[in-house]
């Protein structure tokens, strides 16, 4: 069973750049979480994909964008960087239950971003 | 709004020693509680998770958590402590009608050998 991965595992980007960063889920998986953890922190959630939709979204302005593939894949895009976001970037997969819950999130080892 | 409070930022302990890390948050209705631990150099991973039954659940390596409802509650503990099990460990908390986690800020265990 492969678990989650993520690339690329190290990117550093200026101020102002874009950047996307990718996630395969779990084999069985077909929702998606994001989570950036900075550095002495718990991850803090940013959004979570299900069936190709953003279906929950954490305290991030909207140039944090994401998109979820038929293969439950996932992107997360980040527009007009900014210094604070630099830290890891997590994605967790899972399996959707009833309503809006999930199952176990697994995680993936995380995007390190720097923004200089 | 949801939080979790992990008390112990940092904890030095000998090996053999016990261990017991506190974790509380704040919500009114039904949860479900995990632990996290994250190795250096290594991923999140799942130790243990609680969902319903059994409030004393056990985990890999040992490790096991007790929920108490009445007090918000999920600790972590372990009766004798290896030099592997430095790392950081997250408690987290997902409400049952929510879709995310919500991580506590970490406790970093250091154990001598």
């Known amino acids: 069973e492969t678990g989650v991965t993520q690339s690329p595992t190290h990117l550093i980007k200026t101020r102002g750049q874009q950047v996307t960063l990718r996630c395969s889920s779990q084999s069985g998986h077909n929702t998606v979480s994001w989570y950036q953890q900075a550095l002495g922190q718990g991850p803090q959630f940013i959004f979570q994909y299900y069936r190709e939709e953003e279906n929950g979204r954490g305290n991030f302005p909207p140039r944090f964008s994401g998109l979820q593939f038929p293969n439950y894949s996932s992107e997360l895009n980040v527009n007009a960087l900014e210094l604070d976001d630099s830290a890891l970037y997590l994605c967790?997969?899972?399996?959707?239950?009833?309503?809006?819950?999930?199952?176990?999130?697994?995680f993936g080892p995380g995007t390190r971003l720097t923004v200089l | 709004a949801q939080s979790v409070s992990q008390h112990n930022h940092h904890v030095i302990l000998s090996e053999a020693a016990s261990l017991e890390l506190g974790c509380n948050y704040s919500y009114g209705g039904t949860v479900n509680l995990f632990w996290y631990v994250q190795y250096p150099g290594q991923h999140l991973q799942l130790l243990l998770k609680y969902f319903s039954g059994d409030p004393l659940v056990k985990g890999i390596k040992g490790f096991e958590a007790e929920f108490i409802k009445s007090k918000f509650s999920f600790n972590l503990r372990k009766p004798s402590v290896q030099w592997s099990d430095t790392a950081e460990y997250f408690c987290a908390v997902n409400a049952r009608s929510s879709y995310k986690l919500i991580f506590g800020s970490g406790t970093r265990l250091l154990v001598r050998p």
């Open positions: 967790a997969s899972s399996v959707r239950l009833a309503g809006l819950r999930t199952d176990t999130q697994y």
